[in-house]
């Protein structure tokens, strides 16, 4: 059975500090790797895509990705009230079904004023 | 854009009763897929499509059935709802993994 797994949370961290998300995944095939936002009661939006090893940056999002360890995060630099949210980590499903992706069940972050 | 709309924001059904969930996307995505999600349970993958007619169960598909006539829509149904299929639906598309998914705004079914 592939696995994504993620720390469920709440992570609380004071408006200003820096927010560490944390994704491991089972499958060493996996080639692409996704985080999405979610607001209670609303659907996951993409925010981040990230491919080979290393690191990318969009804005106050970092995406880091390490293969060797099938290890994923996601970094949030000053982090705002509005970012309080949970947030999905999702890797695609290697010789699996074309076009499906396995996702973690999200760590809940909250960013306290 | 990619846009995903599902038909409806909130539906209170029935014990019995066929429901049907529609989903739309308008940029001629080949795969589409029916989650469900519950609180502590994550995204749970009921069907889904990855072409017109054609389509896989996924974890979850006890209870459900799908129906893909037409490339931009895909249909869950509910054969007949029990309350331990009030849940948050989500409808997705993709034109593949490399992608990632766009989702639709979601589904809140109350079976009563």
């Known amino acids: 059975q592939k696995e994504v797994e993620q720390n469920s949370g709440p992570l609380s961290v004071p408006e200003g500090a820096i927010a560490s998300l944390n994704c491991t995944y089972s499958?060493?095939?996996?080639?692409?790797f996704f985080w999405y936002r979610q607001y209670s009661g609303k659907s996951p939006e993409l925010i981040m895509s990230i491919y080979s090893n290393g690191d990318k940056e969009d804005g106050r999002f970092t995406a880091q990705l390490n293969k060797a360890s099938q290890y994923v995060s996601l970094l949030i630099r000053d982090s705002q009230p509005s970012d309080s949210a949970t947030y999905l980590c999702?890797?695609?499903?290697?010789?699996?079904?074309?076009?499906?992706?396995?996702f973690g069940k999200g760590t809940k972050l909250s960013v306290k004023p | 854009d990619v846009k995903v709309t599902q038909s409806s924001r909130y539906l209170v059904k029935r014990t019995g009763e066929k429901v049907f969930l529609e989903c739309v996307q308008d940029?001629?995505?080949?795969?589409m897929f029916w989650y469900r999600q519950d609180p502590g349970l994550g995204l749970r993958l009921i069907y889904f499509s990855y072409d017109v007619k054609m389509k896989e169960k996924g974890d979850i598909p006890e209870g459900y059935s799908v129906s893909r006539e037409k490339k931009e829509r895909f249909s869950l149904i509910l054969e007949s709802a029990s309350t331990n299929q009030t849940s948050m639906y989500l409808c997705?598309?993709?034109?593949?993994?490399?992608?990632?998914?766009?989702f639709g705004s979601g589904t809140r079914l109350t079976v009563v």
């Open positions: 499958d060493r095939g996996s080639q692409s």
């Open positions: 997705a598309s993709t034109p593949d993994s490399n992608y990632g998914y766009t």
């Open positions: 999702a890797v695609s499903d290697y010789g699996g079904s074309q076009g499906n992706l396995i």
């Open positions: 940029m001629d995505h080949e795969n």
